[in-house]
């Protein structure tokens, strides 16, 4: 087998074994536009070695950027979440490493990944970076502004359209009973007046003719 052939084997291998490792830490979560979204982590495994009194080092990342960063006191938020996000220090000492995230954005949606920085040494330089949790953050839904303004004035229209409809329904009522009414008059006081004529010829016709 040549090197080529063992790349193109080696290469998925490596990719679809990466992914089930993900996958164990993966859940999906839904927000709506406006609301609070809390992105579900624990540190308690990770960080129960350590001495109670060091607080963790928790990271969120998204797969352009660190979202939000904690040590103690120290805080660090991106530029398009300042403001927005924390994982509180006091949950944070309790293992809870959960991220929380106000007033969610449409471009929020995404995958998100918390580590915890730990030092397996005292001697070791630099941290170690261990994947705690792996969220996908699905955004759903508008302001609901938006939806009481459009569904107000769908109210208004369709009242508007049933008053139109009312009165001209009433309209058409009245000038029929108009016309109802003006045809049986004209028919009463033509058949009065026939009535009329014919007793006047009969009383005409029945008299005696009077003499010279």
Excluded at 162 to 186: D, E, H, P, S, Y
Aim: charged content about 20%.
């Amino acid at each position: 087998m040549n090197m080529n052939h063992y790349i193109l084997v080696f290469i998925p291998s490596l990719i679809t074994y990466t992914g089930s490792a993900f996958a164990q830490h993966q859940i999906s979560i839904t927000a709506t536009v406006g609301s609070l979204a809390v992105l579900p982590c624990d540190c308690r495994n990770v960080t129960k070695a350590q001495s109670s009194s060091q607080s963790p080092h928790v990271q969120w990342r998204n797969i352009s950027e660190t979202v939000f960063e904690r040590q103690g006191e120290e805080v660090y938020q991106s530029e398009g979440y300042k403001g927005r996000v924390d994982v509180p220090k006091d949950q944070l000492m309790k293992g809870n490493c959960s991220l929380v995230l106000n007033n969610v954005r449409a471009e929020d949606e995404g995958v998100y990944q918390s580590y915890i920085l730990v030092r397996r040494s005292k001697r070791a330089l630099q941290s170690e970076h261990v994947l705690l949790r792996r969220v996908e953050l699905s955004v759903g839904g508008v302001p609901e502004t938006p939806n009481n303004e459009s569904s107000d004035s769908g109210s208004k229209s369709r009242s508007h359209t049933g008053l139109i409809i009312t009165v001209f329904v009433t309209l058409v009522l009245v000038l029929t009973l108009g016309l109802l009414w003006k045809f049986k008059a004209r028919t009463y006081f033509a058949n009065e007046a026939r009535g009329n004529y014919a007793l006047t010829s009969v009383s005409h016709r029945d008299s005696p003719p009077q003499s010279d």
